[in-house]
């Protein structure tokens, strides 16, 4: 997973993510979509939101710009694609170090680098640059006088474990620990930083649906499991998964090094295959995961370290490729409306507010677990709106007769409902592929079924 990530302040007494006194929750916003608000759009949002911390997966200068001055934290990304080159040159990254760290600080608040993201599961083979490209960033902070406020990192994935379960039988790869798990851990600890990781309860259940209780997944009342190997009690899947890797960490002599979820989340819609994707379970895995963090507790391996958590995602991303699920861990649409309503601050999920008076979609509450529709996005041109629904309405031949005037769906008589019933209709009779819901950057997938006044969207063709 890739995007940028926010964070909520939980307590007074934080400070800084990697010197955290209690719990922090956080949201990563990723741009991979050609509908997101101009960026200093998304600051205002964050800022409405109460969010004071993001994590980026680039250094982009837009965003890097519109975040100077605005008491947001930052975690910025060097992305894998530039690890060889970091890894080969302390030039290079005394260059990127100047470019795109130094140029924006003090203004821009930048607090960590990730580098790379998921390396391992990287198809370039870039797993054996990245201690070296980590190594040689941290010498440019050092040779920039940073490395007092700025730490490093690389946020792995869980299928860097062997084992995981029971959580005490945690085990790293035996392919990685020599050649880069022992040398990253060991910089982490010289450096006094934390160990990203990348937590997905949803991946485990999905594929285990038959064995992991539901509301274990979501931090719903469940009877928890016992760990077989050392009788420590878990009432939440993210526990056992972040427990089984301070395991491996341990295994490997390294039980001193601190640990911060860089990407947690769970899809609000997904493929028929794709096991408890939908906005109800979406809305209580991370209304949940708040309320957990919130507590203050740790895990029941290392119960006095607050958990720091960063949300996956800020937005719906409708270009990321692979299954539905990837474009739809956003806890916003495109257009700013919640895709449900979670408070950061206290954990509670609520539906959205029904207003029919709005002339954007109403997104209601249902029970449609999986379905998508196909909404037009108002922040776009009228000329790509209506070269749109005359595509959807024409050859691509979608029942555009409800919106004839007089019909069932003529009102609201407006582009922007008309565009999103053909959009809808297009998708809906294309059995929902992907590309099917874009029309070059006019519509966006939602996981709720939208109403325009009393016009009810179809579901299927």
Known sequence: MAALVLSLLMLSSFSAIYAADSGMIGVNYGRIADNLPATEKVVELLKSQGINRVKLYDTEASVLT???????????????????????????????????????????????????????VDPRNTTKYLVPAMTNVQSSLVKFNLVKSIKISSPIALSALASSYPPSAGSFKPELIEPVIKPMLDLLRKTSSHLMVNAYPFFAYAANANKISLDYALFKDNAGNV??????????????????????????????????????????????????????????????????????????????????????ALFNENQKTGPTSERN??????????????????????????????????????????????????????????????????????????????????????????????FNSYYQKNARGVGTCDFKGAAYVVSQPPKYGKCEFPTGH
């Open 66 to 120: 519109a975040l100077a001055n605005s008491g947001i934290k930052v975690v910025v990304s060097l992305p894998n694609e530039n690890l060889a080159s970091a890894a080969a040159d302390q030039k290079y990254t005394d260059d990127w170090v100047q470019q795109n760290i130094k140029k924006y600080i003090p203004a821009t608040d930048i607090e960590a680098i990730a580098v790379g993201n998921e390396v391992f």
């Open 329 to 422: 861990y956003g806890l916003f649409y495109p257009n700013e409306n919640k895709v449900y309503d979670v408070s950061l601050s206290s954990g509670k999920s609520t539906p959205v507010e029904d207003d029919k008076e709005k002339a954007t979609p109403v997104v209601k509450p249902s029970s449609h677990v999986g379905q998508t529709w196909c909404v037009a996005n108002g922040k776009t041109t009228k000329e790509k709106l209506q070269e749109g629904l005359d595509y959807a309405c024409g050859e691509g031949g979608a029942d555009c007769r409800p919106i004839q005037p007089g019909a069932t769906c003529y009102d609201p008589e407006s582009l922007e409902a008309h565009a999103s019933y053909a």
């Open 227 to 312: 760990d077989s190997g050392n009788g420590l009690k878990y009432d939440s899947l993210l526990d056992a998964q972040i427990d089984a890797v301070f395991a491996a960490m341990s295994a490997v002599g390294f039980n001193d090094v601190k640990l911060v979820v860089t990407e947690t989340g769970w899809p609000s819609a997904g493929d028929e295959n794709e096991i408890g994707a939908g906005s109800a379970n979406a809305a209580a895995y991370n209304g949940g995961l708040v309320k957990r963090v919130l507590t203050g507790n740790g895990t029941p391996l290392k119960p006095k370290e607050p958990l720091n958590v960063y949300l996956f």
